[in-house]
């Protein structure tokens, strides 16, 4: 405990004990606010009313469960089954589950391993381990609503680290895509549990019906919130429901915060439209992303809303997700990493110096100026030297594409440690290896002495996920707009965008320039080894990359050439 006394002051300034008796701040927290994660605690799990069923279904208290319990639980009551939940999430859960998992995967992921051993012990019936692969589309706009691969392989994991064989237990391993369809998505697991088709189709009705109350349930309940805020200050949790609404995975961080008097409030009590993202973010395609990206909109909505939030160490969508949330917030923000290392007392402080930095902070209306980022549709095609990312030697099949269609070309250099260094001075390092790398690449181009904005374009490719790479373009859009050079547009070609004016003829050349690089390239790595005059492998290898490059240029038939090449 440290003493500081001040000049003309009654009492030393105290700091540094751990109860905090001496630095008084113990007894001088705010007035105890409500906990409204309790409150949708019970929303989510007392909805429908217990059955004893002749078999037991496990459902494991994780992931999906924060938000899907109450479809779980009807439809499977409404079948005959008495569900039965695994204990709450505790440290002998955490524990277990940090013991089994056999890579390293995100803390969410780790502690579901322990529910599914605490449901093994508890001798249930059937174990339920869906793979939800989606969500339903709220909007046409916004394509895909993808759950992130790891919690989409969670049966996989589980299969890989326990032994379920040696347990009596019936697993049901349904893959799950909601867009597709809640119904089809019910029957093909009730058709896993009996053969009565009616009586299926009616817990469906039901199931559903539960579900779409719990999840207004929530929304009156936000909208009664807010409306009851006042100038009092509330604080979001931006989260995913399993890592923001499970006391036992965010540290109880909801009571933490009533201690501190700040009203914690459970995102999905917000409206969460995913339309009023759609136009800025159409490639969002995590259906967890869209709704945190609508949480922001909606936090600006309200002055005296702060956003707190939660990520987990390892979780691939956000370390793409917050940087598109931190753009769009215009107020102070705080951002808590948990783990299965994370201290209380480590949150307690980050909580007070939030809190403490946002005392007297008055929010200003600014001026909103939306800055035009040039799309690929807007691409004036002769007026720029479009740059290409070296990734491999698929990338010459890409400049001699373009080349083809009229348009100026470059494949930038393999990355190297200038681009690792450049890369990383915008990246925060979660983000995958290659976006640091093809980040770094740019920005080289950029310090060149002839670097001029207006001439200048680069070439991204795109994907509609769930994999990290699709979101590659947006973030090196808001890079360029946040460096100051907003005009430099960068392209990805697809049918949403047209194919940025070239049509599908670009892509019927590109992919056919591909497919023979990557043919060229798997022979060159089968022969070198037994190569009898070294280097010649490499020489008759350039040679033929050369001459698909220029048959691309001038369209002419690849196969020949590959035949040649034999």
């Known amino acids: 405990v440290n003493r500081v006394f001040i000049e003309g002051e009654k009492e030393p300034l105290t700091y540094g004990d751990r109860c905090e008796k001496y630095s008084g701040k113990e007894g001088k927290r705010g007035k105890k606010v409500p906990n409204l994660f309790k409150e949708r605690e019970k929303l989510l799990f007392t909805r429908y009313s217990k059955r004893k069923g002749d078999k037991k279904i496990g459902v494991p208290r994780a992931l999906h469960t924060f938000e899907l319990s109450p479809l779980w639980e009807s439809f499977f009551t409404e079948l005959g089954f008495e569900v039965v939940l695994s204990s709450r999430t505790n440290d002998r859960i955490i524990h277990k589950g940090v013991e089994l998992?056999?890579?390293?995967?995100?803390?969410?992921?780790?502690?579901a391993h322990g529910h599914v051993m605490d449901l093994l012990e508890k001798r249930v019936d059937y174990l339920f381990l869906p793979s939800i692969v989606d969500f339903p589309q709220k909007d046409k706009r916004l394509r895909r609503t993808y759950n992130c691969p790891w919690s989409q392989g969670l049966p996989y994991f589980i299969n890989s680290a326990i032994p379920l064989e040696k347990y009596s237990v019936k697993v049901l391993q349904p893959k799950?895509?909601?867009?597709?369809?809640?119904?089809?998505?019910?029957?093909?697991?009730?058709k896993m549990l009996t053969d009565n088709e009616k009586k299926i189709k009616r817990a469906i009705d039901?199931?559903?019906?539960v579900q779409s109350e719990f999840y207004k349930a929530l929304r009156k309940k936000g909208e009664e919130v807010l409306k009851n805020l006042g100038d009092k200050r509330g604080f979001v949790i931006i989260s995913r429901p399993y890592n923001g609404c499970d006391p036992g995975l965010n540290m109880d961080i909801a009571d933490k915060m009533a201690e501190l008097g700040m009203l914690a409030i459970p995102m999905d009590?917000?409206?969460?439209n995913p339309s009023n993202i759609a136009e800025d973010y159409p490639n969002m395609y995590w259906n967890y992303g869209q709704r945190i990206l609508a949480a922001a909109r909606e936090i600006k909505k309200t002055k005296n809303l702060y956003p707190i939030y939660i990520t987990n160490f390892g979780c691939g969508p956000d370390s793409f997700v917050t940087k598109f949330f931190e753009e769009e917030m215009e107020r102070p923000s705080l951002e808590l990493q948990i783990d299965e290392h994370s201290a209380e007392a480590g949150i307690i402080t980050r909580l007070e110096a939030f809190l403490d930095s946002i005392q007297g902070t008055l929010l200003q209306e600014k001026e909103k100026r939306k800055t035009i980022i040039p799309s690929s549709k807007d691409f004036s095609r002769n007026d720029r030297v479009i740059y290409i990312p070296y990734m491999d030697d698929h990338s010459y099949a890409l400049k001699a594409t373009f080349e083809a269609l009229g348009q100026r070309a470059e494949v930038m250099p393999p990355s190297d440690d200038e681009s690792v260094r450049e890369g990383q001075k915008y990246t925060t390092g979660r983000e995958c290896y290659p976006c640091i790398l093809t980040t770094g690449d740019m920005l080289k181009v950029m310090k060149r002495k002839d670097f001029n904005p207006e001439k200048v374009a680069f070439f991204m490719g795109t994907?509609?996920?769930p994999c990290r790479f699709g979101q590659y373009k947006k973030f090196q859009e808001q890079l360029l707009?946040?460096?100051g050079y907003p005009q430099i547009p960068i392209i990805s070609l697809s049918s949403e965008n047209s194919y940025a004016g070239f049509g599908v003829r670009f892509t019927k050349l590109a992919w056919s320039g591909i497919a023979a690089i990557d043919i060229l390239r798997k022979v060159q790595r089968i022969i070198r080894p037994d190569e009898k005059n070294k280097g010649e492998t490499d020489r008759v290898y350039l040679e033929y990359r050369e001459k698909v490059c220029q048959a691309i240029r001038e369209e002419k038939p690849r196969l020949p050439l590959m035949r040649e090449a034999a």
């Open 269 to 272: 009590f917000l409206d969460l």
């Open 176 to 190: 799950i895509s909601l867009r597709e369809g809640v119904d089809k998505s019910l029957m093909s697991i009730g």
């Open 101 to 111: 998992v056999t890579a390293e995967v995100c803390f969410p992921i780790k502690v």
């Open 463 to 465: 994907a509609e996920g």
């Open 481 to 483: 707009k946040r460096i």
């Open 206 to 209: 039901v199931a559903k019906k």
